[in-house]
């Protein structure tokens, strides 16, 4: 967040103004020089001494502020992250009286950041105090010159000269003000490319299957085995199984023993050593678009995005309204969003928070069977819902998925007395 906001704003509208300042003024007191030596080129020494001095002080200053720039920078991202969690978990918060536990952990990170800020503001005033005082030996050095070098010169070509050159220190320090803040803003360009080098997600796939893929759902593992990071600990080892089309498996197991990792290979958001076939095409040689857009997800925690209700429905616009409200009937939200004034195009705020869990767990539920993909994954969805939901989830898999291969993660015991066959993962094996 801090560098979608804070440094894109820097790199957008400081840096330009910056780099502008500085080659103006640069320009300008490059001909401003040459205007007084022009006068008196005896002046062109204090020029360019003054010149190296305000260079040497820019070095100096550059080595401190740019680190602490850049510390500033990186203090600030925790703010924002515990502004965003604690905005988030705001009732549980109050539930459990957490806030001056909450209110502490702020302090501390803006202490840190305000730290950081207030000894690069302190840094800057200094660089600008040791300027001034060079600006001023300069005027004296430039004065001393007419009257102890230069006994000829006129008295107007004199004045020109010190006003030229009070002129010039002024350029010449804020030129060096500007050239110095111009390298701390590209600490924000640094910040910002780290993200730009991320690696993204490598699909290089071209192979197409067939239009009705997958037309039966039919998931295989061989010797699957799957890590999140390349020095990683294997959190699936040696996986196989068979799940047949139109079967309902029920996968449990105790916290870490790999229950979302199968999802999340499946959904090939990790790289994996091994096979995964689903109606006996490798999904490695699948485009990842085609991969998930072919496979329905009910999460633990329902996302809906900003926006209107019709395109987190329909996100491309490829059914029809007839379907969309069809849809809603199926879970019970017709008459809910029949009730907004914009019906389907009414607005959706950041997550959805118009909605309750319930509600939004159930336009994920309907967005599944507007999509009638062959295979659904349910990942403990109904674990943050009242039981009336949690009974009409349950009655509307059954009806509407009855053709489909279904697996659900479950932490409830009822939400896999329907299925099939259960799956016991422990420690990344399937045990039973």
Same mark, same amino acid.
């Given at each position: 967040?801090?560098?979608?906001?804070?440094?894109?704003?820097?790199?957008?509208?400081?840096?330009?103004?910056?780099?502008?300042?500085?080659?103006?003024?640069?320009?300008?007191?490059?001909?401003?020089?040459?205007?007084?030596?022009?006068? @008196?080129?005896?002046?062109?020494?204090?020029?360019?001494?003054?010149?190296?001095?305000?260079?040497?002080?820019?070095?100096?200053?550059?080595?401190?502020?740019?680190?602490?720039?850049?510390?500033?920078?990186?203090?600030?991202?925790?703010?924002?992250?515990?502004?965003?969690?604690?905005?988030?978990?705001?009732?549980?918060?109050?539930?459990?009286?957490?806030?001056?536990?909450?209110?502490?952990?702020?302090?501390?990170?803006?202490?840190?950041?305000?730290?950081?800020?207030?000894?690069?503001?302190?840094?800057?005033?200094?660089?600008?105090?040791?300027?001034?005082?060079?600006?001023?030996?300069?005027?004296?050095?430039?004065?001393?010159?007419?009257?102890?070098?230069?006994?000829?010169?006129?008295?107007?070509?004199?004045?020109?000269?010190?006003?030229?050159?009070?002129?010039?220190?002024?350029?010449?320090?804020?030129?060096?003000?500007?050239?110095?803040?111009?390298?701390?803003?590209?600490?924000?360009?640094?910040?910002?490319?780290?993200?730009?080098?991320?690696?993204?997600?490598?699909?290089?796939?071209?192979?197409?299957?067939?239009?009705?893929?997958?037309?039966?759902?039919?998931?295989?593992?061989?010797?699957?085995?799957?890590?999140?990071?390349?020095?990683?600990?294997?959190?699936?080892?040696?996986? @196989?199984?068979?799940?047949?089309?139109?079967?309902?498996?029920?996968?449990?197991?105790?916290?870490?023993?790999?229950?979302?990792?199968?999802?999340?290979?499946?959904?090939?958001?990790?790289?994996? @050593?091994?096979?995964?076939?689903?109606?006996?095409?490798?999904?490695?040689?699948?485009?990842?678009?085609?991969?998930?857009?072919?496979?329905?997800?009910?999460?633990?925690?329902?996302?809906?995005?900003?926006?209107?209700?019709?395109?987190?429905?329909?996100?491309?616009?490829?059914?029809?309204?007839?379907?969309?409200?069809?849809?809603?009937?199926?879970?019970?939200?017709?008459?809910?969003?029949?009730?907004?004034?914009?019906?389907?195009?009414?607005?959706?705020?950041?997550?959805?928070?118009?909605?309750?869990?319930?509600?939004?767990?159930?336009?994920?539920?309907?967005?599944?069977?507007?999509?009638?993909?062959?295979?659904?994954?349910?990942?403990?969805?109904?674990?943050?819902?009242?039981?009336?939901?949690?009974?009409?989830?349950?009655?509307?898999?059954?009806?509407?998925?009855?053709?489909?291969?279904?697996?659900?993660?479950?932490?409830?015991?009822?939400?896999?007395?329907?299925?099939?066959?259960?799956?016991?993962?422990?420690?990344?094996?399937?045990?039973?």
């Amino acid at each position: 967040l801090n560098r979608f906001s804070k440094d894109m704003n820097q790199v957008d509208e400081v840096l330009p103004a910056t780099m502008i300042d500085t080659i103006q003024n640069g320009l300008t007191a490059l001909f401003t020089s040459l205007v007084v030596a022009t006068v @008196n080129p005896w002046m062109m020494i204090p020029t360019v001494v003054i010149l190296f001095i305000f260079y040497y002080l820019r070095m100096i200053y550059i080595a401190t502020s740019r680190d602490v720039k850049r510390i500033e920078g990186t203090t600030r991202s925790p703010i924002y992250s515990h502004l965003s969690t604690s905005l988030h978990g705001l009732t549980t918060i109050r539930a459990f009286g957490a806030q001056n536990i909450l209110k502490k952990e702020y302090d501390q990170h803006q202490n840190k950041n305000s730290s950081a800020f207030i000894t690069f503001i302190a840094i800057g005033r200094c660089f600008g105090m040791w300027l001034d005082a060079q600006c001023c030996l300069y005027i004296f050095f430039v004065t001393m010159s007419f009257l102890f070098f230069d006994f000829d010169t006129l008295g107007g070509f004199v004045g020109l000269s010190i006003t030229q050159s009070l002129s010039l220190t002024g350029m010449l320090q804020w030129g060096i003000r500007q050239w110095s803040e111009l390298e701390n803003a590209m600490t924000c360009v640094e910040r910002i490319k780290e993200y730009i080098d991320v690696v993204p997600e490598n699909d290089t796939n071209t192979k197409d299957p067939p239009k009705d893929w997958p037309n039966e759902g039919k998931i295989t593992f061989k010797d699957f085995s799957l890590k999140y990071s390349a020095d990683g600990p294997t959190v699936l080892k040696n996986l @196989n199984l068979s799940i047949k089309n139109k079967e309902k498996v029920g996968i449990v197991g105790r916290t870490g023993a790999g229950k979302s990792s199968i999802i999340n290979a499946l959904f090939r958001l990790a790289e994996n @050593n091994g096979i995964i076939e689903i109606d006996g095409i490798n999904t490695k040689i699948v485009k990842l678009e085609r991969l998930r857009a072919n496979i329905s997800i009910i999460p633990q925690e329902p996302v809906l995005f900003s926006g209107s209700l019709r395109k987190n429905l329909d996100p491309f616009d490829e059914f029809s309204d007839a379907l969309l409200w069809n849809a809603l009937e199926e879970v019970e939200l017709k008459e809910t969003v029949s009730d907004l004034p914009l019906g389907l195009e009414s607005k959706m705020t950041e997550g959805g928070k118009n909605f309750s869990v319930g509600q939004r767990q159930l336009v994920c539920l309907a967005r599944a069977i507007i999509r009638r993909n062959k295979i659904l994954v349910m990942d403990e969805a109904t674990a943050n819902v009242d039981p009336h939901t949690d009974a009409l989830i349950q009655v509307t898999i059954r009806k509407k998925f009855n053709d489909c291969t279904v697996l659900t993660i479950a932490h409830r015991l009822h939400t896999i007395m329907d299925s099939d066959k259960v799956l016991v993962m422990d420690a990344g094996k399937a045990v039973e």
